[in-house]
């Protein structure tokens, strides 16, 4: 397989794991990860949630506190070294919920790890990025 | 090489790295990272940067606004494939800057990869932790 095919599976991956997120569906959000103590999630502001159960647990959450969410994902990077791929990636997300329509951009670092040649999410990092009330760019804090 | 001999060069290069932070020395920190425009890095609440020049350059704004930086890492996770590894830590940052003393936790993925046996930095992810101003204690947003 070249590197090139590995890079559009990953991306493949990649946007697996955000489609899973705007279905707010948890079966198709754990069908991504890998179903592993190991993994690893860092939501926006929260604590590092480590393993399955609290992983899920928190994707449960989010799911439950949302009516919709798009999501659109821009500036994707790619890098692999044999089973091992990192994605760094823009989120622009617009959020149904109760609470009315909200819309933010989270900078992410997602990590996969391939297993009998599917890749898998092991770890997900998003952290908000903080926009000017002004101009409403994305910009430095 | 083995796996756990492995991890405590990762290990390694992860505290090499908090050690180059603290000392505000623009030179160690550049000997922590892979010298190569795919390198990237989010600041807490920054946008993504990517390439030497200007995750050096953020660097060096960063170690200009602070006198005196001290830094404990605690939770550190590890995992490596080949010749790419990612650490997962929590930071415990006391800044000493011109307005004064400041104290935060910021959540951190770091990945790595090995060239000529040295682990490098070639990506670098901190998230502020949100801490609850009743009890101090790092919780969910």
């Known amino acids: ?3 090139s095919s590995d890079d559009r599976a990953i991306l493949a991956a990649n946007r697996a794991f955000y489609a899973a997120f705007e279905s707010l569906d948890l079966d ?3 069908e991504a990860w890998l179903q592993e103590g ?11 949630l480590a393993g399955w ?7 449960e959450d989010i799911f439950a506190s949302a009516f919709r969410v798009e999501i659109t ?10 089973d091992l791929a990192w994605v760094t990636c823009t989120e622009h997300l617009e959020t149904h919920g109760y609470d009315g329509v909200s819309h933010g951009a989270v900078e992410a670092t997602n990590i996969f790890e391939r297993r009998d040649g599917k890749w898998y999410v092991v770890h ?3 952290s908000p990025l ?12």
């Open 38 to 48: 190991s993994i690893t999630c860092v939501h926006p502001g929260w604590a590092r």
């Open 73 to 82: 994902v821009t500036d994707e990077t790619v890098r692999s070294t044999g």
């Open 1 to 3: 397989m070249t590197k």
């Open 28 to 30: 198709k959000m754990a």
């Open 124 to 126: 997900h990092h998003g």
């Open 130 to 141: 903080v926009r000017s009330p002004e101009t409403g760019s994305e910009q430095l804090q």
């Open 53 to 59: 159960g609290p992983v899920m647990k928190s994707w």
